[in-house]
């Protein structure tokens, strides 16, 4: 099925698909592309997450984070390298979707590489434009102060 999606199946995690989900998303950290997360910071945010599955084996997690009555972050978006073509997005949509459910008008994300999120309705984003309590985490972050990551934004 080389270059065609498959979808896998979209669920929410469970406490023992921890382990699985942090080693996903310290994978793709060390290569650059996200932020690493700490086994503490996944099992404290396990609510945010969705993960994907394809014959019972994880390849995916992502989270919507809640950060206040009109605004969610997309967090650990990440995939293994068996992953299907196109999961990325099919978790994206699914994170879109609980946003809505919650009743959220926004969603922004910080990206290295934004393309996905840009081929799921997302725009570029103004840092300057961002509401504040969006850069809560970046004082703490290891890529502060010279993040290299594009703030992209959609309206739900």
Not at 18 to 35: D, S
Not at 65 to 89: K, N, Q
Request: proline residues 6%.
């Amino acid at each position: 099925m080389l270059g065609r999606a498959r979808f896998a199946s979209i669920r929410r995690p469970c406490v023992p698909d921890v382990q699985t989900m942090v080693t996903i998303i310290n994978a793709r950290a060390a290569e650059g592309l996200i932020l690493p997360r700490s086994q503490n910071y996944v099992y404290q945010n396990l609510r945010d997450f969705c993960v994907a599955e394809e014959n019972g084996k994880l390849v995916g997690c992502g989270s919507l984070h809640v950060l206040w009555g009109d605004l969610g972050e997309i967090r650990g978006l990440a995939t293994t390298e068996e992953a299907p073509v196109g999961l990325e997005g099919q978790l994206v949509q699914a994170l879109l979707a609980e946003g809505r459910r919650l009743g959220l008008p926004h969603v922004f994300a910080f990206m290295s590489r934004p393309q996905v999120l840009l081929e799921q309705g997302f725009v570029l984003a103004d840092r300057d434009s961002l509401p504040r309590i969006a850069w809560r985490e970046c004082i703490d972050c290891v890529k502060f102060p010279n993040c290299d990551e594009v703030p992209v934004w959609i309206d739900l």
